[in-house]
């Protein structure tokens, strides 16, 4: 049987990489924890870049430019199925 991979929430995140920086080495506080002491570095480099949110904080600018491409994304579809619908109806018009 496969292990379940273990989620931590954001809270216990800032627990544990607080206690790093008011001074316990890594390997203390993730032999505490019972994480592995690579993973509490990456919270903690996580951290030092995007602070509490531990992800990195997506802007207005990214969310219309994530909606503009799913659009061209969608009309593209559109158009190549109006191309499809086209030819159909050429070669219909042709042979009929």
Known sequence: MALKRRLFTREF??????????????AEV??????????LSRWQNHYLRFGDSFRPATT???KR??????????????????KKALQ?????????
Request: hydrophobic letters at 35%; proline letters at 2%; glycine letters at 6%.
């Open 13 to 26: 995140k800032l627990k544990v990489v607080r206690e790093v920086q008011d001074g316990r080495s890594v």
């Open 65 to 82: 430019i994530a909606e503009l491409e799913r659009a061209v994304g969608q009309l593209t579809m559109e158009n190549m199925l109006l």
């Open 60 to 62: 207005d600018q990214e």
């Open 88 to 96: 159909r109806l050429e070669r219909d018009r042709r042979n009929g």
């Open 30 to 39: 993730a032999r505490t924890y019972q994480i592995h002491p690579v993973l």
